[in-house]
C-alpha cells in the first residue's frame, strides 16, 4: 500500500487573507488540487455565530445546515442569498438534500421534523412530523418535474418512502427497510437509493421496487463515531468510504434470469482496499479517488492529545490496494478539537468541459473549496520553481486555457529572470520567440540590453523585418560596437541592409573613431562599405587601397572586398591607372580580376603599367597565357625571362608550346641560368643536335635521355655518337643494351665492348635483346600468317562474287541501239553481252574491240564491274 511523507506548510491565519496550504512532498511533486476558504457571508454571519453541521451542492448554490437548526443559502463565493434563510428545525441539521433541478432543498433534523423548501415556489413545501429524531433525509432527483411523485426518503430506525399523490393528492407513506439500526445517511441517484445503517449498506431499486444489494461493515468500529461516507460516481457506480474502508461498486443487470427469482440488477465490488486513516467523506476524480481523512493518532499539544490535521488523499483504486496520487494536509479552523464525524465531504461535478469539479471539505467552523489546478496553476507552479522552459511550452501550446495569465505575461517573467541571473547570451536567444513581431517590446528590451552593457549579446537577434525598429535602436547598437569591438561592427555593417539606420551619421561615427585611430584597418574596411552602401564608389575605392598600404600582408590576403566592389559597380575606369596598387594588395585576385575583365583593361594598358614591377608582370601574363596563348603573343619573348627568373618549371613546357620567341634570345637567357633541359630542347629546334646529345651525356649524364632523345630524332649520326660516348661508360651500355634492340641493331654495340669491362646487369640486358629479337620474330610470323589467310579470304569472295548470276529484266534497253535487250520473236533475237556494272549490250552492237568494257562505265572511269560477264 502506498504511503506518503510530507512537510507541514507555514498557514497565515490573519483575517484578512486566509488559505489552506497544502504539504509539500520530498519528490516536490506539483500538487494536484488547490485550495480555497470560502470567506464574504458565510465567514462573517455565519460561521462567527454558528456551527456548520452538514452541507448540500447544487450548480446553482450552496445550501448550509447549521447546529441551532438554521438552513442558509449562499452562492459558490459565500454570498448569502437574500431572503433565502430558512428556520427549518430546532436543534441540529442532519442532512440536506437538493433536486436535479435547484428547485427544492430537503431537510431533516433530530426534532423529528422533516421539510421540504421550494425555493421559488410554496406549492410543493411539506412538513412531516415523526416521533422520532430523523437522521437522514434524500429527496427525488426528479422532484420537481410533473407527475414525479414528490417523493422523499428519510431514514431514522426506518427507511420510509415518502409519496404525495392519489385523487386528493395525499401524502402517503411506505415503509422500505428497517430493523437492523439507525440510517445515518441516504443517497439517492436516478432510479437508485443508498442508505447505510449499522450494520452495511443497502441499494433499492425504485424501478422494480425491490432491494437489489446489501454490502457489509467489514470491520468493528462504532458506525455512530465512524460514520459510512457514500458518493454516487455516476447512475451506476457507488463509492464507499467506511472508517478505513473503501469500496467501489457497481450495479449491473443480470444477463440472464435466474430461477430462484434473484432481482433484475446485481452490485459488483470492483475495487476494495484499507487506508491508514479514517474516512470521512469520499469523491469521485475521473477514475481516481478522492477520500477526506482523519490520522488515526493524536498529536502531543501542551499537556494534552489533540487531533492532527485533516488529509486529502487522491488515489487510483485497485482490488485490494490503492496507488497513491496526492496527500495534502489540510490547515481547517479548529481541527485540534474536532472528530471524523464533525467533517464532510461534498463534491459538485461540472456540467461542462470548461468547468472544474469542486470538493467542498466542511468542519463545523469551516469550509474549504478544493478543485484540480488548471493551466493557469500549472504554469505558476513551473514559474515558482524556475522551470521557465516548460513553463513558456505549456503556455504557448494551452494559451486559450489561460484565464490569469497570458503566454506573453510568462515569457515576459522569464527574459526578466535571464536578466537578472546575468545570462545574458540565452536571454537574447529567447528574444525573438518571446518577443515576436512586437515592435514596441524589442525596443524596450533593446535599451534593457543597453543599459546593462550587452547589446552584443543582442545584435545578432534583432529583427531586421516584421518588425522593422526605429533607425535609432540599430545606430544605438552598431555604435555600441564601434567603440567595443571593431570586428562586429564590421560584419553588421555588412549584414544589416543600409535602410535600417542612417547611413551618413554612421560614416561620421566612424571617421570621429578613425581620427583617433588613424591605422585600425578594421575601421577601414567597414568605412569603405559605409560609403559603398552610400553609393560613393570613388571614396570607398580609395578607403580600401588605403588600407592596403596599411594591413599586413596576411591580412590583405584574407580581404577581397576591394575586387568585389570593382566588379559589382564596374569601377575599372578608376582602377586603370591603379594596377600596381591592386596587384599589392592582393595578386592573385588582382590577376583574376584582370582576366576576367580583359575587354576592358586590354593586355597592352596592364603590362605598360606592370612593366617595372616584374614580379606582378609575370603573374599576370602567365594568366594570360593559361587562358589563352595566342593573347599574349608578343610577350612571349618576354615571358622566357620572366619563366626563367620566377618558374622555371613552367618554362620547357612554355618553349614547346610556343614558336613566338627568338630561339638565341631564349638559348643565351637558359645559358646564364644554366637550364640545362631547355638547352637541349633549344639547341633540337635550332637544329644542333650534337651538341644537344653532348648536353645531355656531359651535364645531365641520363642515358634514358639520351636514348629517348635520339629515338625522337631518328638519326643514324646521333645512335653513332651516343653508342661512341657510352662505349667505356658500364652504366651508358647497361642503358643501351635495354632499350636500343628494337632501333638500332645491337651487333653495332657488342662488338665494340672492351674484354673484361665489368657492366651491371649484363645477363639480363642480354636475355632482354633476345627476347625483343624473338618478339620481333613472333610479330612477323604473326603477320605474316594474317596476310596470308586475308588474301585467301579475299581472293575467295572475289570469285563467289564473280559467279553470282546478273538478272535483266524485260524493260532493260540496249544503251547503243535503244532497243529492247529481251525480245519474244525468235528471228529479232541477238547475242547478249552482259557487264558485272549490270549494263547490257547487244552483241551486234558492241565493237570487237569494246566487248571486254562495258563502254559507259570506262567513259566514267569506274571499277572492276565494268567487265563483262554473260555472253
Avoid at 442 to 448: A, P
Avoid at 472 to 499: G, M, Q, R
Wanted: hydrophobic fraction near 35%; proline fraction near 3%; aromatic fraction near 8%.
Amino acid at each position: 500500500m502506498a504511503t506518503s511523507t510530507s512537510d507541514e506548510p507555514q498557514v497565515d491565519k490573519s483575517e484578512d487573507e486566509e488559505e489552506t496550504s497544502s504539504e509539500e512532498s520530498e519528490e516536490d511533486c506539483e500538487p494536484t488540487l488547490k485550495y480555497e476558504r470560502i470567506g464574504n457571508d458565510m465567514k462573517n454571519k455565519l460561521l462567527s455565530k454558528d456551527c456548520v453541521s452538514c452541507l448540500a451542492v447544487h450548480s446553482k448554490f450552496l445550501v448550509v445546515g447549521t447546529h441551532w437548526g438554521m438552513i442558509h443559502i449562499f452562492d459558490h463565493a459565500g454570498n448569502a442569498i437574500r431572503d433565502k434563510e430558512i428556520a427549518a428545525h430546532t436543534t441540529t441539521v442532519n442532512q440536506l438534500s437538493i433536486d436535479d433541478q435547484g428547485d427544492h432543498i430537503a431537510s431533516c433534523s433530530d426534532d423529528g421534523r422533516v421539510m421540504i423548501s421550494g425555493l421559488y415556489t410554496a406549492d410543493n413545501n411539506q412538513t412531516v412530523n415523526f416521533d422520532r429524531p430523523v437522521k437522514a433525509v434524500a429527496i427525488d432527483p426528479k422532484f420537481g418535474k410533473h407527475g414525479s411523485g414528490k417523493n422523499f426518503v428519510t431514514g431514522d430506525d426506518k427507511l420510509i418512502l415518502n409519496e404525495r399523490g392519489g385523487l386528493f393528492n395525499r401524502h402517503k407513506s411506505t415503509l422500505l427497510h428497517q430493523g437492523e439500526g439507525l440510517i445515518r445517511e441516504i443517497k439517492w441517484k436516478g432510479e437508485f437509493i443508498a442508505w447505510t445503517n449499522d450494520h452495511g449498506v443497502k441499494i433499492f431499486d425504485m424501478t422494480s421496487r425491490s432491494r437489489i444489494t446489501f454490502i457489509s461493515k467489514d470491520h468493528s468500529y462504532r458506525p455512530d463515531q465512524y460514520k459510512c461516507n457514500m458518493c454516487w460516481k455516476d447512475g451506476h457506480t457507488l463509492l464507499l468510504a467506511w472508517a478505513d474502508k473503501v469500496k467501489v461498486c457497481k450495479v449491473k443487470e443480470r444477463a440472464e434470469r435466474d430461477v430462484r427469482d434473484l432481482p433484475e440488477k446485481y452490485v459488483e465490488i470492483t475495487a476494495m482496499f484499507t487506508i491508514d486513516s479514517f474516512a470521512c467523506g469520499i469523491s469521485p476524480l475521473g477514475e481516481s479517488l478522492v477520500i477526506l481523512t482523519f490520522e488515526k493518532e493524536l498529536q502531543e499539544e501542551g499537556n494534552r492529545q489533540v487531533s492532527k490535521r485533516p488529509h486529502l488523499l487522491i488515489v487510483e483504486p485497485h482490488m485490494e490496494y490503492f496507488e497513491e496520487i496526492s496527500n495534502d494536509a489540510l490547515t481547517v479552523r479548529g481541527f485540534q478539537e474536532y472528530k471524523p464525524s464533525d467533517y464532510h465531504l461534498e463534491i459538485l461535478v461540472s456540467e461542462t468541459i470548461e468547468d472544474e469539479n469542486l470538493f467542498y471539505i466542511v468542519s463545523p467552523k469551516d469550509i474549504i473549496v478544493s478543485k484540480e489546478r488548471d493551466t493557469d496553476d500549472h504554469v505558476a507552479w513551473l514559474l515558482e520553481r524556475e522551470e521557465f522552459e516548460e513553463a513558456m511550452e505549456v503556455a504557448e501550446k494551452n494559451e486559450h486555457l489561460l484565464r490569469k495569465l497570458t503566454q506573453k505575461g510568462v515569457a515576459m517573467k522569464y527574459l526578466e529572470y535571464l536578466l537578472e541571473e546575468g545570462n545574458y547570451e540565452e536571454a537574447a536567444r529567447q528574444c525573438p520567440r518571446i518577443l515576436g513581431k512586437n515592435k514596441e517590446s524589442w525596443e524596450e528590451q533593446t535599451w534593457k540590453f543597453q543599459k546593462l552593457r550587452q547589446l552584443k549579446a543582442l545584435a545578432p537577434y534583432l529583427p531586421r523585418t516584421e518588425p522593422q525598429l526605429s533607425p535609432a535602436i540599430y545606430e544605438l547598437v552598431l555604435n555600441d560596437f564601434l567603440n567595443t569591438d571593431c570586428e562586429k561592427f564590421l560584419n553588421l555593417v555588412k549584414e544589416w541592409p543600409s535602410n535600417l539606420y542612417n547611413v551618413q551619421t554612421i560614416i561620421t561615427a566612424t571617421l570621429d573613431r578613425l581620427d583617433r585611430e588613424r591605422n585600425n584597418t578594421v575601421l577601414l574596411r567597414a568605412l569603405g562599405e559605409l560609403y559603398t552602401l552610400e553609393r560613393q564608389y570613388e571614396k570607398s575605392l580609395a578607403i580600401y587601397l588605403k588600407y592596403c598600404s596599411i594591413a599586413k600582408s596576411k591580412e590583405r590576403l584574407q580581404n577581397t572586398d576591394v575586387f568585389q566592389l570593382i566588379h559589382k559597380y564596374n569601377l575599372f575606369t578608376s582602377i586603370s591607372d591603379k594596377i600596381v596598387q591592386l596587384m599589392e594588395f592582393d595578386e592573385n585576385q588582382a590577376g583574376k580580376l584582370l582576366i576576367e575583365n580583359m575587354d576592358k583593361l586590354p593586355i597592352e594598358q596592364v603590362a605598360k603599367q606592370l612593366e617595372n614591377h616584374q614580379k606582378y608582370l609575370f603573374t599576370y601574363l602567365d594568366r594570360v597565357c593559361q587562358k589563352d596563348q595566342q593573347l599574349c603573343q608578343p610577350y612571349h619573348g618576354q615571358l622566357v625571362k620572366l619563366y626563367a627568373e620566377f618558374a622555371p618549371h613552367k618554362l620547357l613546357p612554355f618553349l614547346k608550346s610556343s614558336i613566338h620567341y627568338p630561339l638565341q634570345g631564349a638559348m643565351d637567357e637558359c645559358q646564364v641560368r644554366g637550364l640545362i633541359p631547355e638547352q637541349v630542347y633549344l639547341l633540337g629546334r635550332m637544329g644542333d643536335l650534337k651538341k644537344a646529345l653532348s648536353l645531355i651525356t656531359t651535364q645531365l649524364k641520363d642515358v634514358d635521355q639520351a636514348i629517348a632523345f635520339c629515338k625522337d630524332k631518328n638519326d643514324e649520326e646521333l645512335w653513332a655518337d651516343l653508342i661512341k660516348f657510352s662505349i667505356d661508360k658500364p652504366s651508358f651500355i647497361k642503358g643501351l643494351l635495354h632499350n636500343i634492340g628494337t632501333h638500332v641493331d645491337p651487333i653495332r654495340l657488342i662488338p665494340q665492348i672492351q674484354n673484361g669491362m665489368k657492366i651491371p646487369g649484363l645477363r639480363d640486358s642480354l636475355v632482354k635483346i633476345l627476347q625483343d629479337y624473338n618478339l620481333q620474330m613472333s610479330l612477323r610470323e604473326g603477320c605474316k600468317r594474317i596476310l596470308v589467310a586475308d588474301s585467301f579470304n579475299l581472293l575467295d569472295r572475289f570469285v563467289k562474287t564473280q559467279k553470282r548470276a546478273v538478272s535483266v529484266d524485260n524493260g532493260q534497253v540496249c544503251p547503243i541501239c535503244q532497243e529492247r535487250i529481251l525480245v519474244t520473236d525468235l528471228k529479232y533475237a541477238s547475242n547478249v553481252v552482259l557487264f558485272y556494272c549490270k549494263h547490257a549490250y547487244h552483241e551486234d552492237c558492241l565493237p570487237t574491240h569494246a566487248q571486254e568494257r562495258c563502254s559507259i562505265c570506262s567513259t566514267q572511269r569506274r571499277g572492276p564491274g565494268s567487265k563483262a560477264v554473260v555472253k
